[in-house]
Nanobody, 115 residues
């Protein structure tokens, strides 16, 4: 059993910054990928950024240069630093852990960017 607990969402003006955190607990294997997805109202859930346990990263084109994903492997925690936020970044952000082909999801945290 794996639990993911997110924190750090909120309301920010366009151009501002937020930092999301996600702590994983339970049966965590050393080889995994942790990341963030988001879902805006009326839209499908989409990848934002992922980082595997070896340090490899993957970013959506829409956030490259603005968002940075990092991890603390010892604490099974992943972070998403979001800078230069835009109104179109408004969504519920979900933490994800993928290990042994099984995905796990957090409950989601709301990020709202006002114009």
């Amino acid at each position: 059993q794996v639990q993911l607990v997110e924190s750090g969402g909120g309301l920010v003006q366009a151009g501002g910054s937020l930092r999301l955190s996600c702590a994983a607990s339970g049966s965590i294997f050393s080889l995994n990928t942790m990341g963030w997805y988001r879902q805006a109202p009326g839209k499908q859930r989409e990848l934002v950024a992922t980082r595997n346990s070896g340090g490899g990263t993957n970013y959506a084109d829409s956030v490259k240069g603005r968002f940075t994903i990092s991890r603390d492997n010892a604490k099974n925690t992943v972070f998403l630093q979001m800078n230069s936020l835009k109104p179109e970044d408004t969504a519920v952000y979900f933490c994800n852990l993928l290990q042994r082909y099984t995905p796990y999801w957090g409950q989601g945290t709301q990020v709202t960017v006002s114009s």
